[in-house]
């Protein structure tokens, strides 16, 4: 069952089911059929083990969230609609996690599920690499390889932005970049050539990122510094030769290097501090901006319950004009999950997942603690899921709540980290004092 739910995890990480329906003709059931797979290994436990199931506090909160969310929706204008937002995350996330949690219990099924992840990332990172060598246009890699908006430098050369097999880039982007800790973690809890084989995966992972040019990304990672410090995860050293490699390859990337140098450009100006405002930004920051003060706009004027889940995009046509800014045509998202849920859910919402996210981060933090001394693979993984979630939250700063699944992925697997048990008292300290022992010796000699 453990190569089962990896498979499972591997195949909805890589967005298989959907690229298989979408660019491949694919019945839609299989795209609901393989999440739901992973029951199969939860109904082993259930029915042959006769172990029970699982109901930890993370997903008590996102249960009570999904009902107030449902009483946000019934009280909202287009019930039906929010009903149909409301169904998806249900379905994509609680249930998805829930059944997450489930299927993984073990160590063993854990340290599997997040290899399948990480291998999953590693051949998303591999496919964009290999576009950028053998021409992006040319090679779609059936689906895995799918291109998004295009972008040009100070000199007028244009590079296509890669979206994988997601198909929108600064998508892609967040889920990539969510796996770089969880690799660079275990690579540095493992030996031999599994340590090789997760410091392969994060290279790969890291190049699909940099070749999405998304500058959210770029600040969710480096936001995402001071924490894998704090847990000791990394090391100055570490960070110096980072942001060495980061400059080399900004050099080599003058598109990339360009967007970076405009994300200080659009604070400034965002926050008065350079002439001209927002006004002279890019079109993109612009437009964001406005989308964002939509939103804020829906939750001023429904602060309780909010408009409904979905309905932020209804408002949009009303509150631009009024906001001004660079205004488009049609329903826009809240390019903020965190407005999104305010102008959508209220405060009744946005307190839900709050504490959805406060005990998904204490769990990982006490699971991080109990591991350190006795189970150091466990323990990278626990750390690498606490900091992907930092990563996966300061990204929603700046995209809204679509794709959702991967977010619920991370919060199954982290319920699965925080239930692992160290070793007890009794092997901690002969571990202890093990390695106490080899210190004193290579000391001596």
């Not at 994509?92 to 299927?103: F, K, Q, T």
């Amino acid at each position: 069952m453990i190569a089962l739910t990896a498979g499972i995890l591997f195949l909805i990480y890589l967005n298989a089911p959907a690229v298989a329906v979408r660019m491949h003709g694919a019945p839609f059931i299989l795209a609901a059929a393989i999440p739901l797979a992973l029951a199969i290994p939860v109904a082993h436990r259930v029915l042959v083990r006769n172990e029970e199931l699982r109901f930890p506090k993370l997903l008590i909160a996102a249960a009570f969230m999904m009902a107030m969310n449902a009483v946000s929706a019934l009280a909202s204008i287009h019930p039906h609609t929010s009903m149909d937002t409301l169904q998806n995350w249900v379905i994509e996330g609680v249930l998805l996690a829930l059944l997450i949690a489930n299927a993984v219990r073990t160590a063993a099924e854990l340290k599997a599920a997040t290899v399948a992840i990480v291998a999953a990332g590693a051949v998303m990172g591999a496919v964009a690499i290999a576009q950028q060598l053998l021409g992006a246009a040319d090679h779609p890699f059936f689906g895995l390889g799918q291109l998004d908006s295009e972008i040009a430098d100070a000199g007028g050369s244009i590079r296509v932005r890669l979206a994988g097999p997601i198909g929108e880039t600064n998508r892609f982007a967040q889920i990539m970049a969510v796996l770089i800790p969880i690799a660079g973690s275990c690579a540095l809890t493992s030996r031999g050539i599994r340590r090789a084989s997760y410091g392969l995966a994060m290279l790969l992972i890291a190049g699909g990122v940099a070749f999405t040019f998304s500058r959210g990304a770029i600040v969710a990672l480096v936001l995402a510094v001071p924490f894998a410090l704090s847990f000791r995860m990394l090391q100055i050293r570490h960070v110096i030769l980072g942001f060495a490699a980061a400059t080399c390859l900004l050099v080599a990337m003058p598109h990339y290097a360009e967007r970076v140098i405009s994300i200080g450009d659009v604070a400034m100006k965002g926050l008065g501090l350079s002439s001209g405002g927002l006004r002279n930004s890019d079109g993109a920051a612009r437009g964001r901006m406005t989308e964002m003060k939509s939103a804020a706009l829906v939750f001023l004027d429904h602060p309780i319950l909010g408009a409904g889940p979905g309905l932020a995009p209804h408002y949009y046509d009303e509150n631009a004009g009024v906001v001004g800014g660079k205004v488009r045509q049609g329903e826009r998202r809240s390019h903020n999950l965190f407005l999104q849920l305010a102008a959508e859910t209220g405060i009744v919402g946005l307190a839900a997942f709050a504490l959805v996210i406060v005990i998904a981060f204490q769990g990982l933090d006490r699971a991080r603690r109990r591991l350190e001394r006795s189970e150091r693979e466990l323990w990278g993984i626990a750390c690498g899921l606490e900091v992907a979630l930092v990563i996966s939250l300061a990204t929603s700063l700046f995209l809204h709540a679509a794709y959702i699944r991967y977010f619920w992925v991370l919060l199954g697997l982290s319920v699965a980290a925080s239930a692992q048990e160290g070793a007890p008292a009794l092997v901690r300290l002969l571990v202890r004092m093990l390695r106490e022992t080899a210190e004193r010796i290579r000391a001596d000699a």
